[in-house]
């Protein structure tokens, strides 16, 4: 009888510790996302990171996207709270606390996505990382979209025609163009920009070509102004639950961040890229009117002029956050202009 009770528990404690195996060798990292299936964040960026950190812990780490989990803004607490495990956002959506992500929005870059998000990330690791912005995260890829552009229900002839005009402003660095332009600052997560315009709630909204595929921008903002390098770019955030990464083995965290930061990073703005380069077939293909404005044309002098000393009020702006901003500016730029030359 004794012995017979000790290879039943033996038994049970060998099924249990099996079955612990099996769970941790199919730890599901849960990402909440605000876009369409369709957008190339979740058909492109998750997808590759996803099987990246799935060969990195040799198949015990696999993640998981869900849809519908709220505003855009609130990802990072959801995240901070354990709601998932993993997502990202635009730092626009939460003005005050991310400040110095707007070192990449500033207009004038002149650069693509992926070049952006490489300077964006290594500027961050050098000068910002002290400043806690991303307190509660861990922090997995800093990335841009591409140029921000005018994209409208109605063609315009200056960029004095946006005066007064409902436009939808996603944050960040975009806030302040509107400013300088007198628009009516429309705001709300991109999600709802279709139906806005729709809608005839807003005239017009500045994003990345792309949108004119993903957002279906092609049906409703049937004149685009395409300034060259664009008036801004946007700065996103990828980030994980502390929590999550700790219930990790040390050597899966190891792995998991392993293919992220900057090779991450990376992947994401080439992604954007990408999708901007199918959004400008498509709007032309729709037969949607893009002017696309030469670097001497009267607009992209206009904004030119317009953008004066956005850089510096930034610097001054970011005061408060301890930090070099200027030399983070300055060397942002060189990082960024010199990539892939």
Not at 9 to 16: I, K
Not at 253 to 279: F, N, Q, T, Y
Not at 297 to 318: I, N, R, T
């Given at each position: 009888m004794i012995r017979r009770n000790?290879?039943?528990?033996?038994?049970?404690?060998?099924?249990?510790l099996t079955l612990s195996t099996s769970v941790m060798a199919e730890t599901v990292m849960r990402v909440a996302s605000?876009?369409?299936?369709?957008?190339?964040?979740?058909?492109v960026v998750w997808p590759t990171w996803g099987k990246w950190v799935e060969e990195a812990t040799e198949g015990r780490v696999k993640i998981k996207i869900e849809y519908g989990m709220g505003h855009p803004k609130t990802?990072?607490?959801?995240?901070?709270?354990?709601?998932?495990?993993?997502?990202?956002?635009?730092?626009?959506?939460v003005p005050g606390r991310f400040k110095l992500t707007q070192v990449v929005e500033q207009p004038g870059l002149g650069v693509s996505a992926e070049a952006a998000s490489i300077a964006h990330w290594r500027v961050n690791e050098k000068y910002f990382t002290k400043a806690n912005e991303h307190d509660?995260?861990?922090?997995?890829?800093?990335?841009?979209?591409?140029?921000?552009?005018?994209?409208?229900?109605?063609?315009?002839?200056?960029?004095?025609?946006?005066?007064?005009?409902?436009?939808?402003?996603?944050?960040?660095?975009?806030?302040?163009?509107?400013k300088r332009l007198g628009v009516t600052a429309v705001g709300a997560p991109a999600p709802k920009v279709y139906e806005m315009m729709q809608q005839g709630v807003i005239d017009g909204v500045f994003i990345p070509m792309g949108e004119q595929k993903t957002l279906r921008l092609k049906e409703v903002a049937r004149n685009v102004v395409?300034?060259?390098?664009?008036?801004?770019?946007?700065?996103?955030?990828?980030?994980?639950?502390?929590?999550?990464?700790?219930?990790?083995?040390?050597?899966?965290?190891?792995?998991?961040?392993?293919?992220?930061?900057?090779?991450?990073?990376?992947?994401?703005?080439?992604?954007?890229?990408?999708?901007?380069?199918?959004?400008?077939?498509?709007?032309?293909?729709?037969?949607?009117?893009?002017n696309e404005v030469a670097?001497?044309?009267?607009?992209?002098?206009?904004?030119?002029?317009?953008?004066?000393?956005?850089?510096?009020?930034?610097?001054?702006?970011?005061?408060?956050?301890?930090?070099?901003?200027?030399?983070?500016?300055?060397?942002?730029?060189?990082?960024?202009?010199?990539?892939?030359?």
């Open positions: 000790f290879l039943k528990t033996a038994a049970a404690v060998g099924l249990g605000w876009l369409p299936p369709t957008h190339p964040q979740n058909a990802m990072f607490e959801l995240v901070e709270d354990g709601v998932v495990d993993a997502s990202f956002s635009y730092h626009g959506y509660g995260l861990v922090l997995a890829a800093l990335f841009t979209h591409g140029p921000g552009q005018i994209h409208m229900a109605k063609p315009i002839d200056s960029l004095s025609d946006l005066k007064g005009k409902k436009i939808r402003i996603g944050g960040g660095v975009q806030g302040e163009i509107g395409a300034l060259p390098g664009g008036m801004y770019l946007g700065s996103f955030s990828m980030f994980l639950s502390p929590d999550f990464m700790d219930s990790l083995s040390e050597k899966d965290r190891k792995a998991v961040m392993s293919v992220s930061g900057e090779k991450l990073s990376a992947l994401a703005g080439r992604a954007w890229d990408a999708g901007d380069a199918e959004g400008y077939v498509a709007a032309k293909e729709a037969g949607v009117n893009l670097a001497d044309g009267a607009m992209a002098k206009e904004f030119k002029s317009l953008a004066k000393g956005m850089d510096d009020a930034w610097v001054s702006h970011v005061t408060d956050r301890g930090v070099d901003a200027k030399a983070a500016l300055t060397e942002l730029r060189s990082i960024a202009r010199s990539y892939g030359k």
